[in-house]
């Protein structure tokens, strides 16, 4: 068997000359050889016809052993070798088959490496993913990104969206640690977290935007949102990690995409249904129908403060500089 895990093929006359057979073959042809040799030397009498009947039935011998031999390690190699080849080859399919299996279940189809700029091949897998999709679960943090890639997306899906809560002090400092890590020793803080209480109100108006794109966007509003953001489709779900401490530096985050008949698809999905029966969580839905009043009343209750005419054409303003500046980066059709 070689080292890449297949057997070897040899031809039958190949190995009887590595065998103690090929040894003997060889013995008789030499010493039929030395008889006929010797005889030609000798006068004619009995000397001479003795090693000539010798020499001409060690030849004998020596081609009907050759040619039985033969044809008995072929018959050996087909009776013996080919059922080891079989049973070779159906043991590393199943081997192949069964890693194949906890390659699905435990590790990502594609790992995209945090990157300060938008990374093109990350956005086109997802933008194909989201057009495929008739389900799009998204937890993050403010939903900025998820209501760019619905308006840039002609397809109509099934949304549910778990946002992070601006009342919570907590459920802004880990995303402003994030932040922090980012911008380095001259990061302010405090400055970091009032754009991230911006950043929640301009996703909540891109969310209200995007709701014509969709059959209906339940919203879910939650105080300790996990860091790490996840976007679920029917197919195969992508988890961010802004807990991860590599690449911390970087504003965009190392991304993995898990198949569907994986162990992290399974878990994400029921961890959304776990926050969508949350009694303590705060919910609303945005439908086609859904009137600016009804949104402005949601909005007061969410971010605790009310929302007028100047302000909302001000965030709407605001999302729509964010969408075509990240569409543009990103390489996205507008």
Same mark, same amino acid.
């Given at each position: 068997?070689?080292?890449?895990?297949?057997?070897?093929?040899?031809?039958?006359?190949?190995?009887?000359?590595?065998?103690?057979?090929?040894?003997?073959?060889?013995?008789?042809?030499?010493?039929?050889?030395?008889?006929?040799?010797?005889?030609?030397?000798?006068?004619?009498?009995?000397?001479?016809?003795?090693?000539?009947?010798?020499?001409?039935?060690?030849?004998?011998?020596?081609?009907?052993?050759?040619?039985?031999?033969?044809?008995?390690?072929?018959?050996?190699?087909?009776?013996?070798?080919?059922?080891?080849?079989?049973?070779?080859?159906?043991?590393?399919?199943?081997?192949?088959?069964?890693?194949?299996?906890?390659?699905?279940?435990?590790?990502?189809?594609?790992?995209?490496?945090?990157?300060?700029?938008?990374?093109?091949?990350?956005?086109?897998?997802?933008?194909?993913?989201?057009?495929?999709?008739?389900?799009?679960?998204?937890?993050? +943090?403010?939903?900025?990104?998820?209501?760019?890639?619905?308006?840039?997306?002609?397809?109509?899906?099934?949304?549910?969206?778990?946002?992070?809560?601006?009342?919570?002090?907590?459920?802004?400092?880990?995303?402003?640690?994030?932040?922090?890590?980012?911008?380095?020793?001259?990061?302010? /803080?405090?400055?970091?977290?009032?754009?991230?209480?911006?950043?929640?109100?301009?996703?909540?108006?891109?969310?209200?935007?995007?709701?014509?794109?969709?059959?209906?966007?339940?919203? &879910?509003?939650?105080?300790?949102?996990?860091?790490?953001?996840?976007?679920? +489709?029917?197919?195969?779900?992508?988890? &961010?990690?802004?807990?991860?401490?590599?690449?911390?530096?970087?504003?965009?985050?190392?991304?993995?995409?898990?198949?569907?008949?994986? /162990?992290?698809?399974?878990?994400?999905?029921?961890?959304?249904?776990?926050?969508?029966?949350?009694?303590?969580?705060?919910?609303?839905?945005? &439908?086609?129908? &859904?009137?600016?009043?009804?949104?402005?009343?949601? /909005?007061?209750?969410?971010?605790?403060?009310?929302?007028?005419?100047?302000?909302?054409?001000?965030?709407?303003?605001?999302?729509?500089?964010?969408?075509?500046? /990240?569409?543009?980066?990103?390489?996205?059709?507008?």
């Amino acid at each position: 068997m070689s080292a890449d895990g297949t057997v070897r093929r040899t031809h039958p006359i190949q190995e009887m000359f590595w065998t103690r057979t090929g040894l003997l073959l060889v013995v008789l042809l030499v010493v039929s050889g030395l008889s006929m040799w010797v005889s030609n030397e000798l006068a004619p009498g009995l000397g001479r016809n003795l090693l000539t009947a010798l020499g001409t039935g060690t030849l004998v011998s020596a081609v009907v052993g050759f040619g039985q031999t033969l044809i008995t390690a072929s018959a050996a190699q087909r009776a013996m070798l080919t059922p080891v080849i079989e049973e070779s080859r159906k043991a590393l399919r199943e081997l192949s088959a069964e890693y194949r299996s906890l390659n699905q279940e435990f590790f990502p189809t594609h790992v995209f490496e945090a990157s300060t700029e938008p990374d093109r091949a990350f956005n086109a897998l997802i933008m194909s993913d989201l057009r495929q999709t008739r389900q799009l679960w998204f937890r993050g +943090f403010s939903g900025r990104y998820a209501a760019a890639r619905m308006l840039l997306s002609p397809a109509q899906w099934e949304v549910r969206a778990v946002l992070a809560d601006p009342r919570e002090r907590g459920a802004i400092s880990g995303r402003a640690r994030h932040q922090a890590r980012h911008q380095g020793a001259s990061a302010d /803080f405090e400055k970091i977290q009032l754009a991230l209480h911006e950043e929640i109100r301009i996703g909540l108006v891109g969310l209200y935007l995007a709701r014509a794109r969709c059959a209906g966007i339940d919203v &879910t509003v939650i105080a300790d949102p996990p860091l790490d953001r996840v976007e679920l +489709f029917d197919d195969c779900v992508w988890i &961010t990690l802004y807990s991860a401490v590599a690449g911390a530096p970087s504003l965009y985050p190392r991304t993995l995409r898990f198949s569907e008949g994986s /162990f992290i698809y399974d878990m994400q999905r029921a961890e959304f249904a776990r926050v969508h029966a949350a009694r303590e969580a705060h919910r609303f839905v945005l &439908t086609p129908d &859904t009137s600016r009043a009804e949104f402005c009343a949601h /909005f007061a209750t969410i971010t605790g403060s009310s929302l007028s005419e100047a302000e909302f054409l001000d965030l709407e303003a605001k999302f729509h500089q964010f969408r075509h500046e /990240f569409s543009t980066k990103a390489e996205l059709e507008s």
